[in-house]
């Protein structure tokens, strides 16, 4: 199971998540309470283990501004979580060579997410960012051939109970670990990873490998 730990501000819980397992961490360039500098995030990135996804979060930027700030930050992945055309995606892709495209729950959207050529779809609450979760039947919209992941609302207490339903491939949190925005929780941060690997199926959702190796680069 993929665990993503969102909205990371600080080299300690940078650090932390990885130290308790986590697979990828994300770091918020749109505007919002979590929004940190590039320059800041590239002083986390390069102390981190290799293997790590380091991910930048973007709502309805630029693809070139996209592009420089990920380049800038040191963060190998986009996560574009606006209302980004397929082809801005393929083109932020194109450069930054790992993209996630997040969508909210029950829009429209969804008919064109294979569109997006996205390495993962990620489906939120129709509020992202909120910690609201919602209907998880609603991923009945995602492409069967999608790495699905999972976010919106998800706790240590309720991540497992959303893995046995959805079976994603992934799943992704930010303020169910907190103890205050922008500050991680270093006890339901450990429950979480903990949860989500236990009840991580021997299959599920979306193939079991990523695209390619991105330590290879």
């Not at 993929?2 to 300690?12: A, D, L, P, S, W």
């Not at 770091?27 to 919002?32: L, R």
């Not at 102390?47 to 592009?67: S, Y």
């Amino acid at each position: 199971m993929f665990v993503k730990i969102c909205g990371i501000t600080n080299e300690e819980d940078a650090l932390l998540a990885v130290a308790l397992g986590a697979d990828a961490l994300g770091f918020v360039f749109a505007p919002s309470t979590r929004q940190v500098a590039a320059k800041k995030v590239y002083d986390i990135t390069r102390r981190l283990p290799r293997e790590i996804l380091t991910v930048g979060v973007f709502r309805d930027e630029h693809p070139d501004r996209v592009i420089d700030v990920c380049d800038a930050a040191g963060v190998r992945a986009a996560q574009l979580h606006g209302h980004e055309t397929p082809e801005t995606t393929q083109h932020v892709r194109a450069s930054v060579g790992y993209v996630i495209k997040a969508f909210a729950a029950a829009s429209d959207a969804l008919d064109r997410a294979s569109d997006h050529k996205a390495d993962v779809i990620l489906l939120d609450s129709p509020t992202p960012g909120s910690g609201e979760m919602f209907d998880w039947t609603l991923t009945d919209g995602v492409p069967l051939d999608a790495r699905l992941l999972l976010a919106g609302g998800l706790t240590h207490d309720n991540v497992a109970m959303a893995i046995k339903q959805v079976r994603p491939w992934g799943v992704d949190v930010s303020t169910g670990v907190e103890d205050e925005p922008g500050r991680k929780d270093a006890t339901k941060l450990r429950l979480f990873i903990a949860n989500a690997r236990a009840a991580s199926p021997g299959s599920y959702r979306g193939p079991d490998e990523m695209p390619y190796d991105w330590n290879d680069e």
